[in-house]
């Protein structure tokens, strides 16, 4: 029992630290700041304070041409292009809601690497992810996350976050290097993510002074971002994805919380019934089957 515990304080914190992004966001966002410009400055921050670590441990981050294409697809589908709907659709939407969204990340890379042969779409994993994307759905009903019909094409970018994520996870497994310490990819990959980041901040606009209120807060947003890092990646290690992806639950959960406490927003009574079908879906998705003993021993 004590083995079985042994993942859960990492990935509580974990889930945590992820559920407050966006907070950091729209608090950032009140005081003026672009969405874009606030991906770059996450990004380039937290990739400095991994490459000091690195440093620190003597790591050298591989620069071979198979390392440069996964930092560059990890970043662009992990943090840039992600960054660029979530953050821009957190703008119109709550947080609460958005925090709803997360556990379709780990349903649909499952999905994913089934569909490039990588796992085994299972009947069980099909009806799980039509679980979590009911829920997703009716969370986005009258009565639930979302306080405001207007606010539904918002809603429908922010759902293309988790499929960023989810391209992702892929495509990060299907083109890491073997042998490469996490702490070199992570560090890699937060690089690429921060200067793509940063290109389609110039390209909208959005590359421009920001307000010196917000720079401490930009701050911890970089330090949470790294220390999220290196969490998911020693977990991945220690523990393997399934395990790993159930900090999916912790991050819809905080995510409302820190929305409730924050900004004060108050979710819809079908809030609940939504976060179950989500959840259910995952547990489907990303639990091992129990194995059923036929001897009836």
């Excluded at 874009?36 to 620190?56: D, E, F, H, N, P």
């Excluded at 759902?159 to 992702?168: G, I, K, N, R």
Aim: hydrophobic share 55%; charged share 5%; aromatic share 6%.
């Amino acid at each position: 029992m004590h083995d079985a515990l042994k993942p859960l304080p990492p990935l509580l914190l974990l889930g945590t630290i992820w559920g407050a992004t966006p907070a950091f966001v729209k608090h950032l966002v009140t005081l003026g700041w672009p969405p874009m410009l606030i991906a770059t400055c996450a990004g380039a921050g937290s990739a400095a304070i991994l490459l000091a670590v690195c440093r620190w441990r003597g790591l050298v981050v591989p620069t071979s041409r198979a390392h440069l294409l996964h930092y560059a697809v990890s970043g662009l589908t992990g943090l840039a292009l992600a960054n660029l709907v979530g953050f821009t659709a957190l703008q119109h939407v709550p947080a609460g809601f958005f925090s709803l969204l997360v556990p379709l990340s780990p349903m649909l890379t499952v999905l994913g690497a089934a569909a490039l042969g990588m796992e085994r779409a299972t009947r069980r994993r099909v009806v799980g992810t039509a679980l979590g994307l009911s829920g997703v759905l009716l969370a986005m009903s009258p009565g639930a996350a979302l306080p405001d019909p207007a606010m539904l094409p918002w809603a429908a970018l922010a759902a293309l976050t988790p499929v960023c994520y989810a391209a992702s996870n892929v495509l990060a497994v299907r083109l890491a290097p073997r042998g490469t310490p996490p702490l070199a990819l992570a560090t890699g990959t937060l690089v690429a993510g921060a200067l793509q980041a940063a290109v389609f901040a110039a390209a909208t606009g959005q590359m421009q002074a920001p307000s010196l209120a917000g720079l401490p807060v930009s701050a911890l947003q970089a330090a949470a971002t790294a220390a999220a890092f290196m969490l998911y990646f020693r977990s991945l290690g220690a523990h393997g994805g399934v395990v790993t992806s159930q900090t999916g639950y912790v991050v819809t959960l905080t995510g409302i919380a820190w929305g409730w406490m924050l900004f004060g927003e108050r979710p819809g009574w079908l809030t609940i019934p939504a976060a179950g079908l989500v959840f259910a879906g995952l547990a489907l998705v990303t639990l091992p089957a129990r194995r059923v003993s036929r001897s009836g021993a």
